[in-house]
C-alpha cells in the first residue's frame, strides 16, 4: 500500500535529507563568503584555493557545486606579498657569514646558477663577507671589453627577450605579450619641462619621442638571471636629464612569467632614466623583480627603493638639470651605471635612424660590452 511504501522509503528520505544539510551547511558558509570584504574574503578563499591547484586534479571539485570558485593563479601570485618577502630576503644578505661557512654557502650558488667566478674581480670566496656583497662583486677590468665599432652596447649580462622597432605604441616584454609604451615609461606631467612631451594620443605619444624627421623608437629587453653579473653599465654616450621612480610590485620577471601575466614590466618596480644621446631620445629603465627590491643609481642618491609604504599607481620625478648643471649628468659608453641585488630586467627605449640594424637573436645569451646594435 501506499502508506507501506512511505514507511519503507522513510529511511531513504531521512538519509539523503541528512546528505544534504553539509551541502546545505557549505552553501550557507561559501553564501556568506560573499558578503564579506575583499580582503577578508581573499584570507578565506586563499588555502582552499592553494589546495586546488596542490591536491590531485578535481579532489576540490565538489567545492565548485556549491558556489565556490578558485582564484586564478596570477591572482593568486599577485597576492603573494613579494615587496615583503624581498625585504627579508635584503635583510638576509646583509648578514655577515662566519668565515667556515662562506664557501659551502657561496659554493652551492655558484653550482645552482652557473656562476663563472674565474671573471670576477676577487675569486677567492672567504672575501665576500655576506651574500649581498657576493652578488655585487665585480670583474676584472679585462673580462668585459666594450665594443666601440657600434653605437649601442649590452648594459649588462643576459638574455635577449626581444628587440626591434616600437610598433602601435605597444612594447613586447617577450613575444606576444605586450605593454603600453606610456604606461610603462609613465603618464605625461604638466610641469614647464615635462620628461614627455604633451600628446592627444598614444600614437601622438610616441610619435613626439621621436624628436627628429626619418628616425624611429626602438626598444630591448634583457633579463639578467640570478647567475649573471649584477651591475649594469651605460649602453651607450648619453646624458640623463631625468629619473622616474615607479613603487610598485615585486613579481618574478622570469621569462616564464612574463609570458604569464600581462603587462608585468608596467606592475612591477622600476626605475625609468631618461635622455638624450647623439640620434635624440634615449631611455634605460631597471625593472624591480622578487628579491630584488634594492634598484641602485650609482649618482642618485635621493633613489630608494622597496619603501614598506607606497601608493599604487603613483611614480615620484627627479630632475638632474638644474641651474649649476643644465645639461644633465653626462654618460660614457661602458661606465658604471648602478646594481640590482639579484638580477632582474634592463628596458631600453630609444630614437634612432632608421637603418639602425640589431645584431641579435630573441633567446641569446650575451654579455656586458658586446654590441646590440649598429647603424
Given at each position: 500500500?501506499?502508506?507501506?511504501?512511505?514507511?519503507?522509503?522513510g529511511?531513504?528520505?531521512?538519509a539523503?535529507?541528512?546528505?544534504?544539510?553539509?551541502?546545505?551547511?557549505?552553501?550557507?558558509?561559501?553564501?556568506?563568503?560573499?558578503?564579506?570584504?575583499?580582503?577578508?574574503?581573499?584570507?578565506?578563499?586563499?588555502?582552499?584555493?592553494?589546495?586546488?591547484y596542490?591536491?590531485?586534479f578535481?579532489?576540490?571539485?565538489?567545492?565548485?557545486?556549491?558556489?565556490?570558485?578558485?582564484v586564478?593563479?596570477?591572482?593568486?601570485?599577485?597576492?603573494?606579498?613579494?615587496?615583503?618577502l624581498?625585504?627579508?630576503?635584503?635583510?638576509?644578505n646583509?648578514?655577515?657569514?662566519?668565515?667556515?661557512?662562506?664557501?659551502?654557502?657561496?659554493?652551492?650558488?655558484?653550482?645552482t646558477?652557473g656562476?663563472?667566478?674565474?671573471?670576477?674581480?676577487?675569486?677567492?670566496?672567504?672575501?665576500?663577507?655576506?651574500?649581498?656583497?657576493f652578488?655585487?662583486?665585480?670583474?676584472?677590468?679585462?673580462?668585459?671589453?666594450?665594443?666601440?665599432?657600434?653605437?649601442?652596447?649590452?648594459?649588462?649580462?643576459?638574455k635577449?627577450?626581444?628587440?626591434?622597432?616600437?610598433?602601435?605604441?605597444?612594447?613586447?616584454?617577450?613575444?606576444?605579450?605586450?605593454?603600453?609604451l606610456?604606461?610603462f615609461?609613465?603618464?605625461?606631467?604638466?610641469?614647464d619641462?615635462?620628461p614627455?612631451?604633451?600628446?592627444?594620443?598614444?600614437?601622438s605619444?610616441?610619435?613626439?619621442?621621436?624628436?627628429?624627421?626619418?628616425?624611429?623608437?626602438?626598444?630591448?629587453?634583457?633579463y639578467l638571471?640570478?647567475?649573471?653579473?649584477?651591475?649594469?653599465?651605460?649602453?651607450?654616450d648619453?646624458?640623463?636629464?631625468?629619473?622616474?621612480?615607479?613603487?610598485?610590485?615585486?613579481?618574478?620577471?622570469?621569462?616564464?612569467?612574463?609570458?604569464?601575466i600581462?603587462e608585468?614590466?608596467c606592475?612591477n618596480?622600476?626605475v625609468?632614466?631618461?635622455?638624450?644621446?647623439?640620434?635624440?631620445?634615449?631611455?634605460?629603465t631597471?625593472?624591480?623583480?622578487?628579491n630584488?627590491?634594492?634598484?641602485?643609481?650609482y649618482?642618485d642618491?635621493?633613489?630608494h627603493?622597496?619603501?614598506?609604504?607606497y601608493?599604487?599607481?603613483s611614480?615620484?620625478?627627479?630632475?638632474f638639470?638644474?641651474h649649476?648643471?643644465?645639461?644633465g649628468?653626462?654618460m660614457?659608453?661602458?661606465?658604471?651605471?648602478?646594481?640590482?641585488?639579484l638580477?632582474?630586467t634592463?628596458?631600453?627605449i630609444?630614437e634612432?635612424?632608421?637603418?639602425f640594424d640589431?645584431?641579435?637573436?630573441?633567446?641569446?645569451?650575451i654579455?656586458?660590452?658586446?654590441?646590440?646594435?649598429?647603424?
Open positions: 500500500t501506499m502508506c507501506q511504501s512511505e514507511a519503507r522509503r529511511p531513504e528520505l531521512r539523503a535529507k541528512w546528505l544534504h544539510f553539509p551541502q546545505l551547511a557549505l552553501r550557507r558558509r561559501l553564501g556568506q563568503l560573499s558578503c564579506m570584504s575583499r580582503p577578508a574574503l581573499k584570507l578565506r578563499s586563499w588555502p582552499l584555493t592553494v589546495l586546488y596542490l591536491l590531485p578535481g579532489a576540490l571539485r565538489p567545492l565548485s557545486r556549491v558556489g565556490w570558485r578558485p586564478s593563479r596570477v591572482a593568486l601570485y599577485k597576492s603573494v606579498p613579494t615587496r615583503l624581498s625585504r627579508a630576503w635584503g635583510r638576509l646583509q648578514v655577515e657569514l662566519p668565515h667556515w661557512l662562506r664557501r659551502p654557502v657561496y659554493s652551492l650558488y655558484i653550482w646558477f656562476v663563472n667566478m674565474k671573471e670576477a674581480a676577487v675569486e677567492d670566496l672567504h672575501h665576500y663577507r655576506n651574500l649581498s656583497e652578488f655585487r662583486r665585480k670583474l676584472k677590468p679585462q673580462a668585459r671589453p666594450v665594443c666601440g665599432l657600434h653605437s649601442v652596447i649590452s648594459p649588462s649580462d643576459g635577449i627577450l626581444n628587440f626591434g622597432q616600437v610598433k602601435n605604441c605597444e612594447v613586447e616584454q617577450v613575444k606576444g605579450v605586450t605593454y603600453s606610456e604606461s615609461l609613465g603618464p605625461r606631467t604638466g610641469t619641462d615635462p614627455f612631451p604633451t600628446a592627444s594620443s598614444c600614437e605619444f610616441k610619435q613626439q619621442l621621436v624628436t627628429r624627421a626619418g628616425n624611429e623608437l626602438y626598444h630591448c629587453v634583457i638571471a640570478p647567475g649573471d653579473y649584477h651591475c649594469f653599465h651605460s649602453p651607450t648619453w646624458t640623463v636629464s631625468h629619473r622616474r621612480h615607479f613603487p610598485g610590485s615585486l613579481m618574478s620577471v622570469n621569462p616564464g612569467m612574463a609570458r604569464w600581462k608585468l614590466f606592475h618596480e622600476r625609468v632614466l631618461t635622455g638624450d644621446w647623439k640620434h635624440g631620445f634615449f631611455s634605460l631597471a625593472v624591480g623583480a622578487t630584488v627590491g634594492s634598484i641602485r643609481i649618482f642618491r635621493n633613489l627603493t622597496n619603501s614598506p609604504r601608493s599604487k599607481g611614480y615620484n620625478d627627479f630632475s638639470v638644474t649649476a648643471n643644465k645639461e649628468i653626462p660614457r659608453k661602458g661606465e658604471h651605471l648602478g646594481e640590482f641585488n638580477g632582474s634592463i628596458v631600453l630609444f634612432a635612424p632608421k637603418d640589431f645584431k641579435l637573436k630573441p633567446g641569446q645569451k654579455r656586458f660590452g658586446e654590441a646590440l646594435g649598429s647603424l
